[in-house]
């Protein structure tokens, strides 16, 4: 009784509680691959900073493509390497 009182709790506050007669075949819009857009997009965003100084054909490349590699994960480190990438050369 007290299994019954707590999968129906689960099962109504929207958990779906697994028992070894369920079929779980639950029908998908997702594939495997449908992800990889968007990783390939988050990859490009990351590596932005990177991209605009191999794009401009800057002096220092090492400077800003370390802070972006090596810190571009805070958003500090990001918006540095952003910053150092767009900034001209004299």
């Known amino acids: 009784m007290l299994l019954l009182a707590a999968s129906s709790a689960l099962l ?3 958990c ?3 028992t070894p007669g369920m079929d779980l075949d639950i029908p998908s819009p997702w594939f495997p691959g449908s992800y990889l857009p968007f990783g390939l997009v988050g990859l490009a ?6 991209i605009i100084v191999l ?3 800057k002096k220092n490349v090492v400077g800003p493509i370390l ?3 090596l810190l ?3 958003v500090i480190g ?3 390497a952003l910053i150092w990438a767009l900034v001209v050369d004299e």
């Open 45 to 50: 965003l990351y590596f932005l900073p990177t």
């Open 55 to 57: 794009a401009r054909h």
């Open 72 to 74: 571009g994960w805070t």
């Open 67 to 69: 802070v972006n590699v």
């Open 78 to 80: 990001w918006i540095a």
């Open 12 to 14: 109504f506050s929207g």
């Open 16 to 18: 779906v509680v697994a």
